[in-house]
């Protein structure tokens, strides 16, 4: 295997912990019941821009880092849409370390990311 020498970056180390929160976070997920899909996990500069322009994100945002993922959740066979439904979740995702979207001004229940940069 390869080597790029150097030191890891603190962008880097964050990385690699919230990609193990977020397994951590599908499999407590399922033992509460919930079906899991992925949703929106890396972004492009260029699409963080778009969308908020358009309203429904921010120009920085954490996905473009790789440090915020959307996931999609069912239970009893019914998709959850609502933030509110998210929030047992969230709590549990918080208690880790994490921020979640639901606590956003504009809330976005599914959001779930790594605080960085001043940013969550």
């Not at 959740?73 to 918080?94: A, C, F, H, I, V």
Request: charged fraction near 25%; aromatic fraction near 10%.
């Amino acid at each position: 295997m390869g080597s790029f020498g150097g030191k890891v970056s603190e962008l880097t180390d964050l990385q690699h912990k919230f990609t193990l929160m977020v397994a951590d976070l599908i499999q407590e997920a399922a033992r509460r019941g919930y079906k899991v899909a992925l949703g929106e996990a890396h972004r492009t500069p260029e699409q963080a821009r778009l969308n908020a322009k358009k309203g429904s994100g921010i120009s920085n945002s954490l996905h473009c880092e790789r440090l915020a993922i959307d996931l999609i959740l069912r239970k009893n066979e019914l998709y959850l849409t609502d933030s509110y439904q998210y929030q047992e979740l969230g709590e549990w995702w918080e208690s880790k370390g994490g921020a979640w979207g639901g606590r956003f001004k504009r809330p976005d229940g599914n959001h779930f990311s790594l605080a960085y940069g001043g940013r969550r």
